[in-house]
């Protein structure tokens, strides 16, 4: 990090002290009526954020920032609030693969998420086009796992189950829900892969996407070999989340009931 992570346009610069004083890692100073960074910059981006002219930028990032504006920035609080409650673990997907458009949409929504230290570790690895060449990968090691008695990261009995209905029908699809799509979702901090994996999935209600969260294959992918070179993943990134995708077959008519949650104010 240095000190051109940051540019301020001082013809722009106020000298307001607006971003000096929203810095959190203190690397903005005023000098001589204008705001300086300093040499040890996280790229956070509110010094952007806040200038009410536009003068810090960060040439690093190719991404525009967008000025806010009530009429599409503001949610109101019931929307949002029945959107979530709304949601529900999507199991029988359209047979239509998903468009690049709205897989822009997706990614763009997991790369703007909060990540600790502003480290933006995330990766997102996305499965379509290649999907049934992976899917023959994951069955054929399976299949081998099963045949040598090995120990997975799953219960015995359901690695079973599932090599069984597979064997007694080819197309029994019951690990990838005939998902016509999958994200994987590496990260070293677990939380920020949730929290991308939950941005993802609010924009994907709103595109009429469906989504399960996958924790057996997830669990398969991370211990076969050939599945993590298929993607080259490193160790230095943890494989946290696995997402089926696609368009929602099935139409819901309301929300479902949940218990009062466990709280305590004090």
């Given at each position: ?81 029945n959107s ?94 005939d998902a ?87």
């Amino acid at each position: 990090m240095g000190a051109t992570d940051v540019y301020i346009d001082e013809g722009l610069c106020t000298g307001c002290g607006a971003c000096v004083h929203d810095c959190i890692q203190h690397n903005i100073v005023l000098r001589e009526g204008k705001a300086h960074p300093l040499d040890y910059c996280m790229k956070c981006g509110h010094c952007v954020a806040i200038c009410p002219e536009g003068a810090p930028s960060i040439p690093a990032y190719a991404d525009s920032p967008i000025d806010f504006d009530p009429a599409t920035f503001d949610l109101p609080t019931e929307n949002l609030l029945n959107s979530i409650k709304f949601r529900r673990s999507i199991r029988a997907f359209k047979d239509e693969p998903i468009s690049m458009e709205h897989l822009h949409l997706l990614m763009e929504a997991g790369g703007h998420t909060p990540t600790a230290k502003n480290t933006q570790m995330c990766r997102f690895d996305f499965l379509q086009d290649s999907l049934p060449e992976f899917k023959e990968l994951i069955w054929s090691y399976l299949s081998e796992v099963y045949e040598t008695d090995r120990i997975m990261p799953i219960p015995a009995e359901t690695l079973g189950r599932f090599i069984e209905n597979r064997r007694a029908n080819p197309k029994d699809d019951y690990l990838f829900r005939d998902a016509p799509a999958v994200l994987f979702i590496e990260s070293p901090d677990p939380l920020d892969a949730g929290l991308a994996a939950g941005a993802i999935e609010m924009v994907a209600h709103t595109l009429g996407i469906g989504v399960l969260y996958n924790g057996y294959l997830r669990r398969v992918v991370d211990s076969c070999p050939a599945a993590r070179a298929y993607f080259d993943m490193s160790d230095e990134r943890g494989l946290n989340v696995c997402m089926l995708l696609g368009y929602q077959q099935k139409r819901y008519y309301r929300t479902a009931p949940r218990r009062f949650p466990s709280v305590v104010l004090r």
